[in-house]
Protein backbone atom coordinates (compact mmCIF):
# COMPACT_ATOMS: atom_id res chain seq x y z
CA UNK A 1 0.00 0.00 0.00
CA UNK A 2 1.58 3.12 -0.73
CA UNK A 3 1.43 6.64 1.30
CA UNK A 4 -1.34 7.93 -0.63
CA UNK A 5 -3.29 4.63 -0.47
CA UNK A 6 -2.65 5.03 3.30
CA UNK A 7 -4.26 7.93 3.78
CA UNK A 8 -7.31 7.71 1.44
CA UNK A 9 -7.78 4.41 3.90
CA UNK A 10 -7.34 6.60 7.34
CA UNK A 11 -9.96 8.73 5.79
CA UNK A 12 -12.35 5.75 6.03
CA UNK A 13 -12.46 5.16 2.42
CA UNK A 14 -11.93 0.97 3.04
CA UNK A 15 -12.96 -1.45 5.56
CA UNK A 16 -9.77 -2.65 8.08
CA UNK A 17 -8.76 -6.29 7.44
CA UNK A 18 -8.67 -8.43 10.55
CA UNK A 19 -4.85 -9.42 10.83
CA UNK A 20 -4.56 -13.19 10.13
CA UNK A 21 -3.68 -15.30 13.62
CA UNK A 22 -0.12 -16.33 13.45
CA UNK A 23 1.86 -19.61 15.24
CA UNK A 24 3.17 -18.79 19.09
CA UNK A 25 6.64 -18.92 17.68
CA UNK A 26 5.53 -15.77 15.19
CA UNK A 27 6.98 -15.45 11.55
CA UNK A 28 10.69 -17.16 10.71
CA UNK A 29 11.78 -15.63 6.96
CA UNK A 30 11.83 -11.85 6.32
CA UNK A 31 9.07 -12.52 3.82
CA UNK A 32 6.88 -14.19 6.47
CA UNK A 33 7.88 -10.78 9.35
CA UNK A 34 7.71 -8.47 6.06
CA UNK A 35 3.84 -9.81 5.31
CA UNK A 36 3.07 -9.71 9.00
CA UNK A 37 4.13 -5.78 8.70
CA UNK A 38 1.56 -5.41 5.54
CA UNK A 39 -1.17 -6.57 7.33
CA UNK A 40 -0.65 -4.78 10.47
CA UNK A 41 0.23 -1.54 7.95
CA UNK A 42 -3.64 -2.26 6.58
CA UNK A 43 -5.23 -2.19 10.07
CA UNK A 44 -3.23 1.15 10.36
CA UNK A 45 -1.76 -0.58 13.52
CA UNK A 46 1.60 1.76 12.82
CA UNK A 47 3.37 0.59 16.01
CA UNK A 48 3.24 -3.23 15.25
CA UNK A 49 3.69 -2.89 11.15
CA UNK A 50 6.75 -1.03 11.88
CA UNK A 51 7.89 -3.62 14.52
CA UNK A 52 7.17 -6.46 11.69
CA UNK A 53 9.15 -4.49 9.55
CA UNK A 54 12.29 -4.13 11.97
CA UNK A 55 12.19 -7.70 12.28
CA UNK A 56 12.03 -7.82 8.46
CA UNK A 57 15.39 -5.78 8.11
CA UNK A 58 17.27 -7.54 11.05
CA UNK A 59 16.53 -11.00 9.38
CA UNK A 60 17.55 -9.81 5.57
CA UNK A 61 18.96 -5.82 6.02
CA UNK A 62 18.97 -6.22 1.99
CA UNK A 63 15.26 -5.96 1.94
CA UNK A 64 14.54 -2.60 0.19
CA UNK A 65 10.49 -2.86 0.67
CA UNK A 66 10.95 -3.23 4.49
CA UNK A 67 12.65 0.09 4.92
CA UNK A 68 10.80 1.51 2.54
CA UNK A 69 8.04 0.65 4.14
CA UNK A 70 9.07 1.24 7.60
CA UNK A 71 10.18 4.99 6.71
CA UNK A 72 6.24 4.63 5.71
CA UNK A 73 5.29 3.85 8.74
CA UNK A 74 7.60 6.40 10.77
CA UNK A 75 6.16 9.21 8.32
CA UNK A 76 2.65 8.63 9.35
CA UNK A 77 3.51 8.57 13.31
CA UNK A 78 5.39 12.12 12.67
CA UNK A 79 8.92 10.88 13.30
CA UNK A 80 10.26 12.24 9.99
CA UNK A 81 14.35 11.62 10.26
CA UNK A 82 13.65 8.25 10.94
CA UNK A 83 11.27 7.79 7.54
CA UNK A 84 14.16 9.87 5.96
CA UNK A 85 16.58 7.82 7.42
CA UNK A 86 14.92 4.45 6.01
CA UNK A 87 13.83 6.31 2.45
CA UNK A 88 17.49 6.68 2.12
CA UNK A 89 18.44 2.85 2.87
CA UNK A 90 15.64 2.08 0.18
CA UNK A 91 17.15 4.37 -2.55
CA UNK A 92 21.09 3.06 -1.50
CA UNK A 93 19.33 -0.46 -1.70
CA UNK A 94 17.65 0.53 -5.38
CA UNK A 95 18.30 4.18 -6.27
CA UNK A 96 15.26 3.45 -9.14
CA UNK A 97 12.88 2.93 -5.97
CA UNK A 98 10.76 6.08 -7.49
CA UNK A 99 8.10 5.83 -4.45
CA UNK A 100 10.88 6.23 -2.13
CA UNK A 101 12.44 8.80 -4.10
CA UNK A 102 9.04 10.69 -3.76
CA UNK A 103 8.22 9.82 -0.19
CA UNK A 104 12.08 11.23 0.41
CA UNK A 105 10.11 14.66 -0.87
CA UNK A 106 7.19 14.41 0.84
CA UNK A 107 9.63 14.20 4.42
CA UNK A 108 11.29 17.16 3.11
CA UNK A 109 8.21 19.34 2.90
CA UNK A 110 6.91 18.25 6.25
CA UNK A 111 10.54 19.30 7.27
CA UNK A 112 9.96 22.57 5.35
CA UNK A 113 13.21 21.66 2.98
CA UNK A 114 11.52 22.77 -0.20
CA UNK A 115 14.53 22.49 -1.96
CA UNK A 116 15.69 18.75 -0.53
CA UNK A 117 12.39 18.00 -1.44
CA UNK A 118 12.25 19.49 -4.99
CA UNK A 119 15.78 17.20 -5.69
CA UNK A 120 13.94 14.22 -4.26
CA UNK A 121 10.79 14.88 -6.29
CA UNK A 122 13.33 15.14 -9.41
CA UNK A 123 14.80 11.79 -8.40
CA UNK A 124 11.39 10.04 -8.39
CA UNK A 125 10.76 11.35 -12.04
CA UNK A 126 14.20 10.30 -13.30
CA UNK A 127 13.73 7.09 -11.59
CA UNK A 128 10.46 6.52 -13.10
CA UNK A 129 9.40 9.10 -16.03
CA UNK A 130 5.96 7.37 -15.91
CA UNK A 131 5.96 8.38 -12.11
CA UNK A 132 2.93 10.64 -12.31
CA UNK A 133 2.94 11.69 -8.28
CA UNK A 134 6.28 12.93 -9.35
CA UNK A 135 5.59 15.02 -12.20
CA UNK A 136 2.79 16.52 -10.22
CA UNK A 137 4.70 17.47 -7.22
CA UNK A 138 7.64 19.00 -9.03
CA UNK A 139 4.74 20.92 -11.05
CA UNK A 140 3.70 22.49 -7.81
CA UNK A 141 7.12 23.57 -6.22
CA UNK A 142 8.19 25.11 -9.57
CA UNK A 143 4.18 26.95 -9.05
CA UNK A 144 6.06 28.03 -5.78
CA UNK A 145 8.78 29.31 -7.21
CA UNK A 146 7.40 31.17 -9.93
CA UNK A 147 8.41 29.01 -12.59
CA UNK A 148 5.18 28.42 -14.83
CA UNK A 149 6.26 27.32 -17.77
CA UNK A 150 8.25 24.86 -16.15
CA UNK A 151 5.38 24.04 -13.83
CA UNK A 152 3.02 23.21 -16.57
CA UNK A 153 4.54 21.22 -18.50
CA UNK A 154 4.88 19.39 -15.32
CA UNK A 155 1.36 19.15 -14.89
CA UNK A 156 0.90 18.32 -18.47
CA UNK A 157 3.53 14.74 -18.22
CA UNK A 158 1.38 14.46 -14.66
CA UNK A 159 -1.82 14.80 -16.68
CA UNK A 160 -1.19 12.74 -19.70
CA UNK A 161 -0.01 10.06 -16.87
CA UNK A 162 -3.14 9.94 -16.00
CA UNK A 163 -3.13 12.07 -12.69
CA UNK A 164 -7.28 13.72 -13.20
CA UNK A 165 -5.82 16.53 -10.23
CA UNK A 166 -2.59 17.67 -12.72
CA UNK A 167 -5.15 17.56 -15.39
CA UNK A 168 -7.37 20.21 -13.42
CA UNK A 169 -5.00 22.13 -12.57
CA UNK A 170 -3.04 21.99 -16.13
CA UNK A 171 -6.66 23.39 -17.36
CA UNK A 172 -6.80 26.01 -14.56
CA UNK A 173 -2.94 27.43 -14.63
CA UNK A 174 -1.62 26.42 -18.06
CA UNK A 175 -2.53 28.55 -21.14
Known amino acids: MSLGQFFAY????EAP??????????????????QQG??????QDLT???EAFDQCIATDSLYVSAWHD????????????????DFFQAIALDTGYAEAWFNLGLVYDRLQEPDSGFWAFEQSTQA?????????NLA????????????????KKSADLGDTDAKQAWEKFCP
Open 10 to 13: SCGK
Open 17 to 34: KPVKNRNQEGPKSAEEWY
Open 38 to 43: LEYYEN
Open 48 to 50: RAK
Open 70 to 85: RGICHFSLDRFDAAKA
Open 128 to 136: NPQFAEGWF
Open 140 to 155: VLHMDRGNNATACTCF
